[in-house]
């Protein structure tokens, strides 16, 4: 006999058997949160589960398909004035989940997404079930957004799964897909989706009556030895410390935090909680979360952007074969990401060498997603099956879309498309993955220019999250959507911007690298730039990123912009030189730094600077100088990008330089550094660059008014 539901906002419940099922379903909105009111929810379904004694034992799931609980309200973090706000709003849920944790035995029913507060709902509940969906993951993203869990997720996990499984996804905010969270157990069991409920029930109803306890998870003995001892913890703690430095260079608070708060855990009996109250505030209010949660928005904000401004919004097109011009390194890159993403895709090049050559390299990256078990051995050889080569355009009349990777010259470009479009049909979108040459030059020989535009996408193009869509003026709506569409299928960001010399990303790179170059020229050390800049936060420095992208690279992108631009992008002298000796940077194994065998970077190539300006006489220049120099460049460009119209929005401008050239996330991207260093105080610096480098540092028109009138880029709240 079922009970009528008793009606709640997110959460409602409904009695079967004596057993109390929550479903949360937080109504309107596409993932459930525990924003207050849901939070209420859950206090008052728990407070009748506890006083009710028809009520033995109680069970909780999503009523969003592929969605169990994204976490906290992180939208509410905004409204944080103190670090006491946030450390109120942690303790707020601590007594909630110890009362769960405490009370009539609850099975957790996991299916899709389980994110932040809601895997700490689970590590209170007493058995945990996880579906097989490949959509199903376990996570505490806190770190991501410059927090710790703040829900009891420090104190709670390390005791379910041990110290160092606990660190590590405490540290890294990783995702753990259900198979792995059953081996971590981290989850008691996984089933499939159609049987979650009637199994989560029976179980609730096992514990309820004693004739199942939960199992304490089997430590080894390695494990019990490090966890249960002081001295054990001690190393796992000193291990972990470590590593956060290596890979944070200090610069992200959150993880040392984390390690604080689950030692406190250890140290004394409710203290931890407290801790982890006190740090969770605390990292609310740093410039570190609060940019990482913009950045959060940001993104969500992007993926409902079509890049578009026209009503009605064209449907897009479906993209279901995909021809791809040139089986090099890029080319071989977007097949890697085209195939996962279900597309057929033919590759053509100039020879069967060539081809097999990008058919191997796509076999590799596929090989790399079985080795990590994110495909299985079939999944593998399906993807394989979908990528074939060519020599000549056979395959090529029934594609929906046809990416061009040939090589970077005007005259190239032409003659394949010319060659793509006598061959496809007329419905196929033209895309080119140039980084440098104008859309509009390009689909200037098209007899269908309005179906030609530019994906440019960033190399390695199965790691680099950016893809940068270039439209000119005469594209038909329906293929710039198409393009996003696609990209997002791909997994990419895609920000959409309109065409220009250096596009976005290519052009605010420019003055920064050529700046570092300048510093070269000076006699400033190779190691004292990068340095400077990977302390700024930056995850390689510009002379490093220079052989990295490859000198020859490097310099046609900076031939082009220097064209356009003028004095602003004058080319520096040292990139010159060593380009003209012949060395390429690591694909050549040779640049700035040496380079192995196997392409792995050594330390800086001494005798690089036989080439440069100034020989091997060395000066110096302060850190904090070559930062400005570097990165005020960048800041203004990207405003100048904006006055130029070739970004539709501070966001993409913000997203783009984090996304697609390593623009520190901590500090959100060049519009939001400038919101928080003030545009009266840039306009300052570049004014005093200006003066001693005349031509390159002329602060933009935007920035010059905002510094007298005091307008931001961004109003307070959400980015949208
Ligand atoms: C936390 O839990 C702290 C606790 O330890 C302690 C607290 C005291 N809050 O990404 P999508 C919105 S910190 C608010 O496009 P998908 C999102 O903005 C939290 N809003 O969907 C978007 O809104 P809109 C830790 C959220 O299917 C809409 O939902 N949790 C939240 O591609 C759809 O999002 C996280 O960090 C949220 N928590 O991906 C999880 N989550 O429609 C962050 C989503 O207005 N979330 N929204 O643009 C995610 O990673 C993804 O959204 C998720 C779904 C994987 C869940």
């Known amino acids: 006999m079922t009970a009528p539901a008793i009606a709640q906002r997110a959460i409602t419940m409904q009695v079967e058997r004596g057993i109390a099922v929550l479903t949360f379903d937080a109504p309107g909105a596409p993932v ?46 905004l409204d944080f004035r103190t670090a006491e706000d946030g450390e109120a709003a942690s303790c707020a849920g601590h007594p909630d989940f110890a009362a769960i944790e405490k009370g009539k035995p609850v099975v957790c029913a996991i299916d899709g997404g389980c994110l932040g507060g809601g895997t700490e709902l689970a590590h209170a509940c007493h058995w945990r079930i996880a579906t097989d969906r490949s959509k199903t993951a376990v996570s505490l993203p806190e770190v991501q957004l410059g927090i710790i869990p703040g829900a009891g997720g420090t104190q709670r996990l390390p005791a379910l799964i041990g110290l160092q499984a606990a660190l590590e996804m405490i540290l890294t905010g990783k995702t753990v897909r259900a198979k792995k969270a059953l081996q971590l157990g981290l989850v008691d069991e996984m089933v499939h989706p159609s049987i979650l409920r009637r199994v989560a029930l029976q179980r609730a109803l096992e514990l309820a009556d004693g004739t199942r306890q939960r199992e304490a998870k089997h430590k080894g003995a390695g494990e019990m ?31 040392l935090a984390a390690l604080d708060a689950v030692a406190a855990g250890y140290t004394s009996d409710g203290d931890g909680y407290q801790t982890e109250a006190r740090l969770f505030g605390e990292l609310a209010m740093t410039p ?71 058919l191997a390299a796509v076999r590799e990256v596929m090989r790399e997603k079985l080795v990590k078990k994110q495909v299985t051995r079939p999944q593998f050889d399906d993807l394989l099956l979908s990528v074939s080569g060519t020599t000549d355009y056979s395959g090529f009349g029934n594609v929906d879309m046809v990416i061009e990777a040939v090589f970077e010259d005007l005259q190239v470009k032409h003659q394949v498309l010319r060659e793509i479009e006598a061959v496809v049909p007329p419905r196929t979108i033209v895309a080119s993955n140039t980084s440098t040459i104008p859309i509009s030059r390009i689909a200037s020989a098209s007899v269908r220019p309005e179906r030609v535009l530019g994906m440019h996408f960033f190399s390695p193009v199965h790691k680099m999250p950016l893809l940068e869509i270039i439209t000119h003026d005469g594209n038909d709506p329906q293929v710039v959507v198409s393009a996003v569409s696609y990209g997002r299928m791909l997994g990419k960001t895609v920000i959409v911007v309109r065409d220009g010399p250096g596009f976005y990303a290519n052009r605010v790179l420019s003055p920064y690298v050529n700046a570092a170059g300048l510093l070269l020229d000076e006699g400033v050390s190779i190691e004292s730039i990068d340095d400077a800049l990977v302390k700024f936060g930056f995850p390689v420095g510009p002379i490093t990123l220079v052989d990295e992208v490859g000198l020859d690279v490097a310099t046609k992108a900076g031939a082009i912009v220097a064209e356009a631009f003028g004095a602003r992008m004058a080319p520096n002298e040292s990139i010159q030189r060593v380009i ?54 960048m800041l203004n460009e990207a405003v100048l990008c904006l006055e130029d119209g070739i970004l539709r929005s501070p966001r993409d401008g913000d997203i783009g330089a984090v996304f697609g050239i390593g623009f520190p996330p901590f500090r959100g991207g060049p519009f939001r550094h400038i919101g928080r260093v003030g545009a009266r105080a840039v306009v300052e610096t570049l004014d005093e660059l200006e003066r001693e480098f005349p031509g390159r540092y002329q602060a933009a028109r935007t920035l010059r008014a905002m510094a007298v009138s005091g307008a931001q880029f961004y109003s307070a709240g959400k980015p949208v």
């Not at 033995?56 to 994204?70: C, D, E, P, T």
């Open 288 to 358: 570190e979360s609060q940019e990482l949660v913009f950045l959060f928005f940001a993104t969500t904000a992007l993926k409902r952007d079509m890049g578009v401004e026209v009503s009605p919004l064209p449907k897009p097109l479906p993209v279901e074969r995909l021809g791809i011009l040139g089986a090099g390194f890029m080319g071989a890159g977007i097949a890697s990401v085209a195939s996962p993403a279900g597309t057929i895709v033919r590759m053509k090049d100039a020879d069967t060498a060539r081809v097999a050559q990008g």
């Open 32 to 77: 459930n949160t525990f924003t207050a009111a849901a939070q209420q929810d859950l206090r008052s379904a728990f407070e009748t589960i506890q006083r009710d004694p028809a009520i033995r034992a109680a069970v909780i799931l999503s009523g969003k398909r592929g969605n169990f609980i994204a976490g906290a309200d992180i939208e509410a973090f």
């Open 225 to 255: 030895l490090l966890d249960e001892n002081p001295i054990g913890r001690a190393i796992v703690f000193r291990k972990a410390r470590e590593g956060v430095l290596a890979k944070t260079k200090g610069l992200y608070p959150a993880p």
């Open 580 to 633: 003209r000796s012949g060395r390429l940077g690591r694909k050549g194994k040779r640049g700035f730094y040496l380079y192995d065998d196997d392409g792995r970077k050594g330390g800086v190539d001494a005798s690089v600077y036989d080439l440069l300006p100034t020989g091997q006489k060395r000066t110096t220049v302060p850190a904090e100088r070559i930062v400005q120099r570097c990165v005020y460049a």
